[in-house]
């Protein structure tokens, strides 16, 4: 158990329609990344959040969104989705703002159709 | 442009022997090396990691050996056990000024390990 905590587990949705996935990172964490992992792909780095600021951005749709709130977990929104969007969605959390081990949660499973 | 290569798909070795799982990286400014791996249906789990200044890290049963002339880096699995079977990625990330340590991550190999 990474400590960094995930919901929901899996999600079953229409295309155009809107989610939200939420993590709770580890305690004392101030990092949250999010990353994608679609059909044999590697993890994309989609957006990085240290202590409520947004740090980094890699190649996140202008239809994704995401914050940070004061108790430090993370929500990613994904809106107007498509077949496409359907992946397995990673939260990390570490210690820092920059370089050292992330630590994973156990992804949510998002399918459109 | 995949910055992080992991060109064996997929490895097979028998129980007790040892596992190499190799890396190749572009990146020169890459100065953190991580190694996950990954059980289905569940996240990545942090193995290892080595900074640009070492060559070797161990722990246990598993080295990470980096080779920055060559821009590679490998796993080492001894002895080898049929519960490390899973998919392991390799990961590098830039801590250099302005950058924030997201990871990227090479494409996976899927290790089996026979009893």
């Known amino acids: 158990d990474s400590g960094v905590t995930q919901t929901p587990k899996h999600l079953i949705t229409a295309t155009g329609q809107r989610v939200t996935l939420r993590c709770s990172p580890r305690?004392?964490?101030?990092?949250v990344y999010w990353y994608q992992q679609s059909l044999d792909q590697g993890l994309q780095f989609l957006i990085q959040?240290?202590?409520?600021?947004?740090?980094a951005k890699g190649n996140i749709l202008e239809r994704f969104s995401a914050q940070q709130f004061p108790d430090l977990h993370s929500e990613l929104n994904l809106s107007s989705l498509e077949l496409g969007d359907s992946a397995l969605y990673f939260c990390?959390?570490?210690?820092?703002?920059?370089?050292?081990?992330?630590?994973f949660g156990p992804g949510t499973r998002l399918t459109v159709t | 442009d995949q910055q992080v290569k992991q060109n064996s798909p997929s490895l097979s070795v028998q129980e007790g022997r040892i596992s190499i799982l190799n890396c190749d990286y572009t990146?020169?400014?890459?100065?953190?090396f991580l190694w996950y791996k990954k059980y289905p249906a569940e996240g990545p789990t942090f193995l290892i990691s080595?900074?640009?200044?070492?060559d070797k890290n161990e722990d246990g049963r598993f080295t990470v050996f980096l080779n920055k002339s060559a821009k590679h880096l490998s796993l080492h699995i001894v002895p080898s056990q049929p519960g490390d079977s899973a998919v392991y990625f390799c990961?590098?990330?830039?801590?250099?000024?302005?950058?924030?340590?997201?990871?990227?991550f090479g494409q996976g190999t899927t290790l089996q390990v026979k009893p």
């Open positions: 990961a590098a990330s830039d801590n250099h000024s302005g950058n924030t340590g997201k990871l990227i």
């Open positions: 080595i900074s640009s200044i070492k």
């Open positions: 959040y240290y202590n409520g600021e947004e740090r």
């Open positions: 305690s004392g964490d101030l990092s």
């Open positions: 990146n020169s400014m890459f100065d953190y």
């Open positions: 990390a959390s570490s210690g820092l703002g920059a370089g050292g081990e992330q630590y």
